[in-house]
Each structure stands twice: as structure tokens, then as C-alpha cells.
């Protein structure tokens, strides 16, 4: 009998020291679950305060104010502005891939008809459908006011309506890459009823983030678009930007330091001597003023590959973009790399004056008398060169005296050639120069036709490059490129470059391209 009282005692201990432990479990996890909901609290408060620290207000300026409407004006930056109010039918992706905007799909017929079919269920900001009315009414304005969007229409001959959302662009020839061309802003038609477009004193209307609340003679205040076709998934941040008027840009750099202006975007090279180093974020972006030498590919001596190669080999970009040019441009090697998915890199030459010499040997050119010489079809050959350059650009006259001096050590002689306009024109018509500097305004469709196409600007001859740069399929398009590059038909020197400037408490994703400055403008904002 005292064995079996000894064990009750002894399980009623162990029953207490478990009911024990299971109480200090659930406390445990009590408290666990009170710190957790306090996390989620206090994390939940965290995003509350951040959220209450964004500015509802951007601030930028500009200057040359001329008409809010994207058809009629000439100014630069109001047309980087409008690219937030109003939506063209394609829009141009950071890497310069074509996205449906207002247009739900487009089809090509033929080599000159495309079928266009828009999205209805879009609205304008009062409220009214888009229908396909708006684009043809779109496109006879900028055929009938000097538009400087006449170059993405030129070759439209007419528009068929077939019904509210579908309509068919017919043009006068063929366009490759034509899609690229829809990406102009597009105008209500029914707004602008019994309206003088140009002398209109409506405040214009589009489809986009953003929309016009007013225009006085001091500023411009937009508010964000209710309306706009992706404010349910993806609102903007900033709820309004006001644009303040100015006569000068120093005034506004002036404004920005002062911390009045929270967006600068400007080309000017020296916009530290108004800002200084300090205080602020920049982000540069590649334009499109693209500078190359184009050499003539039917001249004796240039029409020798090596010798084209040589040259390319022979040209430091770097010391013409950033000692020459001072660093206000960015080097470049071709017309598409910009930022276009489309580029292709392969075969690019960079400079060795080295390689450039063994180029030339490689080929049978000898040095002697201070010339390269080759026996050509019996005849002896030298490399001397004549470069053309209009000399109304003080900056492409000291560009091509870079060159001659870069050449020149290597031992390429040229001679450089300032003519006046007229006559440089007429060389560059004509194609009857050797060596000429010069440049385009890239477009963004990739079309590189003026460069390696038939009757292309140097008078190369390609087959395989010519139906290669026509093809659809991306692969093809590049192979064009990499042949190209290692054929040297001409030599990308730089483009110009853009900087947009952004007060520190300015935050967002940041992607600017010289089609669209204001990339992604739904996640910009503003902090305290």
C-alpha cells in the first residue's frame, strides 16, 4: 500500500509539470502572435507615413511656352509634356520595342494597306469614347497645319473608316517599318466640332495620365486623368504637376537650386555652371543627333574594305566626344544603338592604330615615302584622302581636324575640305565625295535603309545586306548589321545627349529615352 501511494503522488507531480509547460507554450506563443500583430501594425503605419510623405505636386519649368496642343507645337519640351496627356495608337517601349497603346492591334493587307483596329472602350477626359473618327481627323490636321509630325504622315493617302474601331491607313508607297509612324499623339474629333483647330481657345483634351485643369500666363496645372486607361492597376504617384513659365533657362536652373523646380530636362552641356556638382540626381540619356563619316564605297582607294577598315581602326571616338567635344556627346557606333533592341554590336571596330597598320599590310599596302601605296590594275596607288565638312558647323570643322591628325599618325593623309553650305549640299546629293562629316536626326522606326540600303548614302552595294535590313525576323535584321559593321560603309562617331536633372527628394523609375523623357512617369514622385 505505501509502493502504490509513493506513485500516485509521483504522477500526480509529472500532470503538474506538464499542465506547467503547456501553460509557458501558450504565453509564449500568446505574446508571439501580440508582437506579430504589433509588426503588422506598426509595418502597416510605416507604409501609411511613407505613402503620407509623397507631394501630391511635381514642379517643372519651361520656357518658350507656345500651345498646349501636341499638333501645333514647336516647342521641344512641351512636346516631352504632352507625351503625358495625350496617347498615340503605339507607343515606343524604353528599349524601342512598338506596344499597343490606343490601338488594340494592327494588321498588314499588303505593302501599302494597314488594318487598324483601336480600343473603344477608351475615354476621353470628358467622358466621350475614341472612335476612328479621331484618328483620321488626327492625321488630316498634321497634314494641314506644318505639323512636326507632317514626316510620320507624308506618305498616308487616305484613311478608311469601317466602323468605330477599325479603320484602314492606304499609302502612296511602300514604308518599311511603317507601325513605328503611329506613334503621334491623337486628338478628339468631336471636341474640336465646328472648331478652328489652329485658333481654337479650348483647352486641349486627350486619353492619357494626366489632363489639363488650366493655363494661365504664369503656369500650367495638370491634374492625373480619372479616366486614364491604366489608373485602376496602376495609379499615379503624383497627383498633379505644375509647369511654370519662364523667359530663359537660367531662370530656371535658378528656380531648381532654390528648390522650387523639381524636374530640369536640358541638352546644354555646361548646366553645372547654373547648378554646380552637388545636391541633386541626373540621369543622361543617349539623343538622336547621330554624327558619322560616310565614306564613299565606289572611290579606287575606298572601295578597298581594309583601307575603310583601317580608317575606322585609326579614329579614337573617345578623344572627339569627350576632349574635342568636350564630353557633351555620347559615342556611338551605329544608328540604332540608342537603346533599340534591334542593334547589334557584332563586328563593331574599336580603336587599335595598331590593327589599323596590319590591316593595311594585310592587304598588300605598303608604307614608303611617307604614304600607304598599293599596286592596283597596274597602277600605283596612294592613300590620299580628301574629307568633306560644311564650314558653318564650328563643331564638325574641329571634329574633322581631329581626324586628319588621327589619321595622320598612322600615316593617312587627308585633306579636309570646309565648303559652304550649298556645296556641301550638293556633295552630299550628289555623293561624289571621298570622305564627308555628317549626321542625321535618327528615327525611331529602325529602318537603316539611308545607311546599307539601294542608293544608301555611301554607294555600298550588298545584297545579302540589302534583303537582310527588310526582313521581319529580328535575326536577320542583326546578321544585316554585323556584315555592315565589318564592311565599314561609314563610321558612327557620337550622338548628342540629354540630361534630366532631379531634385534629391525626387524618386520613381527611371527610364528616359529621346522618344519618350518621361518613360514610366506613373511611378515618379515626390517626397517631403
Same mark, same amino acid.
Given at each position: 500500500?505505501?509502493?502504490?501511494?509513493?506513485?500516485?503522488?509521483?504522477?500526480? @507531480?509529472?500532470?503538474?509539470?506538464?499542465?506547467?509547460?503547456?501553460?509557458?507554450?501558450?504565453? !509564449?506563443?500568446?505574446?508571439?502572435?501580440?508582437?506579430?500583430?504589433?509588426?503588422?501594425?506598426?509595418?502597416?503605419?510605416?507604409?501609411?507615413?511613407?505613402?503620407?510623405?509623397?507631394?501630391?505636386?511635381?514642379?517643372?519649368?519651361?520656357?518658350?511656352?507656345?500651345?498646349?496642343?501636341?499638333?501645333?507645337?514647336?516647342?521641344?519640351?512641351?512636346?516631352?509634356?504632352?507625351?503625358?496627356? @495625350?496617347?498615340?495608337?503605339?507607343?515606343?517601349?524604353?528599349?524601342?520595342?512598338?506596344?499597343?497603346?490606343?490601338?488594340?492591334?494592327?494588321?498588314?493587307?499588303?505593302?501599302?494597306?494597314?488594318?487598324?483596329?483601336?480600343?473603344?472602350?477608351?475615354?476621353?477626359?470628358?467622358?466621350?469614347?475614341?472612335?476612328?473618327?479621331?484618328?483620321?481627323?488626327?492625321?488630316?490636321?498634321?497634314?494641314?497645319?506644318?505639323?512636326?509630325?507632317?514626316?510620320?504622315?507624308?506618305?498616308?493617302?487616305?484613311?478608311?473608316?469601317?466602323?468605330?474601331?477599325?479603320?484602314?491607313?492606304?499609302?502612296?508607297?511602300?514604308?518599311?517599318?511603317?507601325?513605328?509612324? !503611329?506613334?503621334?499623339?491623337?486628338?478628339?474629333?468631336?471636341?474640336?466640332?465646328?472648331?478652328?483647330?489652329?485658333?481654337?481657345?479650348?483647352?486641349?483634351?486627350?486619353?492619357?495620365?494626366?489632363?489639363?485643369?488650366?493655363?494661365?500666363?504664369?503656369?500650367?496645372?495638370?491634374?492625373?486623368?480619372?479616366?486614364?486607361?491604366?489608373?485602376?492597376?496602376?495609379?499615379?504617384?503624383?497627383?498633379?504637376?505644375?509647369?511654370?513659365?519662364?523667359?530663359?533657362?537660367?531662370?530656371?536652373?535658378?528656380?531648381?537650386?532654390?528648390?522650387?523646380?523639381?524636374?530640369?530636362?536640358?541638352?546644354?552641356?555646361?548646366?553645372?555652371?547654373?547648378?554646380?556638382?552637388?545636391?541633386?540626381?541626373?540621369?543622361?540619356?543617349?539623343?538622336?543627333?547621330?554624327?558619322?563619316?560616310?565614306?564613299?564605297?565606289?572611290?579606287?582607294?575606298?572601295?578597298?574594305?581594309?583601307?575603310?577598315?583601317?580608317?575606322?581602326?585609326?579614329?579614337?571616338?573617345?578623344?572627339?566626344?569627350?576632349?574635342?567635344?568636350?564630353?557633351?556627346?555620347?559615342?556611338?557606333?551605329?544608328?540604332?544603338?540608342?537603346?533599340?533592341?534591334?542593334?547589334?554590336?557584332?563586328?563593331?571596330?574599336?580603336?587599335?592604330?595598331?590593327?589599323?597598320?596590319?590591316?593595311?599590310?594585310?592587304?598588300?599596302?605598303?608604307?614608303?615615302?611617307?604614304?600607304?601605296?598599293?599596286?592596283?590594275?597596274?597602277?600605283?596607288?596612294?592613300?590620299?584622302?580628301?574629307?568633306?565638312?560644311?564650314?558653318?558647323?564650328?563643331?564638325?570643322?574641329?571634329?574633322?581636324?581631329?581626324?586628319?591628325?588621327?589619321?595622320?599618325?598612322?600615316?593617312?593623309?587627308?585633306?579636309?575640305?570646309?565648303?559652304?553650305?550649298?556645296?556641301?549640299?550638293?556633295?552630299?546629293?550628289?555623293?561624289?565625295?571621298?570622305?564627308?562629316?555628317?549626321?542625321?536626326?535618327?528615327?525611331?522606326?529602325?529602318?537603316?535603309?539611308?545607311?546599307?540600303?539601294?542608293?544608301?548614302?555611301?554607294?555600298?552595294?550588298?545584297?545579302?545586306? @540589302?534583303?537582310?535590313?527588310?526582313?521581319?525576323?529580328?535575326?536577320?535584321?542583326?546578321?544585316?548589321?554585323?556584315?555592315?559593321?565589318?564592311?565599314?560603309?561609314?563610321?558612327? !562617331?557620337?550622338?548628342?545627349?540629354?540630361?534630366?536633372?532631379?531634385? !534629391?527628394?525626387?524618386?520613381?523609375?527611371?527610364?528616359?529615352?529621346?522618344?519618350?523623357?518621361?518613360?514610366? @512617369?506613373?511611378?515618379?514622385?515626390?517626397?517631403?
Amino acid at each position: 500500500m505505501k509502493s502504490g501511494g509513493n506513485n500516485f503522488f509521483k504522477y500526480i @507531480f509529472i500532470l503538474v509539470v506538464i499542465a506547467l509547460i503547456c501553460g509557458a507554450i501558450y504565453i !509564449l506563443y500568446s505574446n508571439n502572435d501580440k508582437n506579430n500583430e504589433e509588426d503588422d501594425t506598426n509595418n502597416s503605419t510605416a507604409e501609411q507615413n511613407k505613402d503620407m510623405s509623397i507631394v501630391e505636386n511635381l514642379k517643372m519649368g519651361i520656357t518658350n511656352f507656345d500651345t498646349m496642343n501636341p499638333i501645333l507645337t514647336k516647342n521641344r519640351e512641351i512636346v516631352n509634356i504632352d507625351n503625358l496627356i @495625350f496617347d498615340p495608337l503605339f507607343m515606343i517601349t524604353s528599349d524601342y520595342k512598338l506596344e499597343n497603346c490606343l490601338a488594340n492591334s494592327i494588321t498588314k493587307k499588303s505593302d501599302t494597306s494597314y488594318e487598324v483596329k483601336i480600343d473603344t472602350n477608351i475615354k476621353w477626359q470628358d467622358g466621350s469614347s475614341l472612335i476612328s473618327k479621331d484618328v483620321e481627323y488626327t492625321i488630316e490636321q498634321i497634314k494641314n497645319t506644318g505639323s512636326i509630325y507632317t514626316a510620320n504622315v507624308q506618305h498616308i493617302s487616305n484613311i478608311e473608316i469601317i466602323d468605330s474601331e477599325t479603320f484602314i491607313i492606304n499609302l502612296d508607297t511602300p514604308v518599311p517599318y511603317f507601325e513605328y509612324n !503611329l506613334t503621334f499623339p491623337i486628338v478628339s474629333s468631336r471636341y474640336y466640332l465646328n472648331e478652328d483647330f489652329v485658333n481654337s481657345n479650348k483647352i486641349p483634351i486627350g486619353t492619357g495620365m494626366y489632363k489639363i485643369a488650366s493655363i494661365n500666363d504664369n503656369n500650367i496645372l495638370l491634374v492625373k486623368n480619372d479616366r486614364w486607361r491604366k489608373f485602376k492597376t496602376n495609379p499615379q504617384k503624383t497627383q498633379s504637376i505644375t509647369l511654370q513659365k519662364y523667359s530663359a533657362i537660367g531662370e530656371i536652373f535658378n528656380t531648381f537650386k532654390l528648390g522650387n523646380v523639381d524636374i530640369v530636362n536640358t541638352y546644354m552641356t555646361n548646366y553645372t555652371d547654373y547648378v554646380g556638382t552637388m545636391g541633386y540626381n541626373k540621369r543622361e540619356y543617349s539623343g538622336r543627333e547621330y554624327d558619322f563619316l560616310s565614306i564613299n564605297c565606289n572611290d579606287n582607294i575606298l572601295s578597298d574594305v581594309a583601307v575603310r577598315k583601317a580608317i575606322n581602326y585609326a579614329i579614337n571616338k573617345e578623344t572627339i566626344a569627350n576632349t574635342i567635344l568636350g564630353g557633351s556627346k555620347v559615342i556611338s557606333n551605329s544608328p540604332l544603338d540608342y537603346g533599340s533592341y534591334l542593334y547589334n554590336s557584332e563586328g563593331v571596330i574599336e580603336f587599335n592604330q595598331d590593327q589599323a597598320k596590319q590591316t593595311l599590310e594585310n592587304a598588300g599596302w605598303t608604307y614608303a615615302n611617307s604614304r600607304w601605296q598599293k599596286n592596283i590594275n597596274g597602277y600605283v596607288r596612294k592613300i590620299n584622302l580628301s574629307l568633306v565638312v560644311s564650314k558653318s558647323s564650328e563643331e564638325r570643322v574641329r571634329v574633322a581636324n581631329s581626324i586628319k591628325e588621327q589619321l595622320a599618325s598612322i600615316g593617312i593623309i587627308v585633306n579636309v575640305v570646309q565648303v559652304d553650305d550649298n556645296k556641301y549640299q550638293e556633295y552630299l546629293n550628289n555623293k561624289n565625295y571621298q570622305l564627308i562629316l555628317t549626321g542625321v536626326v535618327s528615327s525611331v522606326t529602325p529602318d537603316l535603309s539611308y545607311f546599307y540600303g539601294q542608293g544608301n548614302i555611301s554607294n555600298y552595294y550588298n545584297e545579302e545586306v @540589302f534583303e537582310k535590313i527588310k526582313a521581319v525576323d529580328v535575326n536577320s535584321f542583326k546578321e544585316a548589321q554585323k556584315i555592315a559593321n565589318e564592311e565599314v560603309p561609314h563610321i558612327g !562617331l557620337y550622338r548628342n545627349k540629354g540630361t534630366i536633372i532631379l531634385n !534629391l527628394n525626387v524618386g520613381g523609375e527611371f527610364s528616359p529615352n529621346s522618344n519618350f523623357l518621361y518613360y514610366n @512617369f506613373d511611378k515618379w514622385y515626390r517626397q517631403q
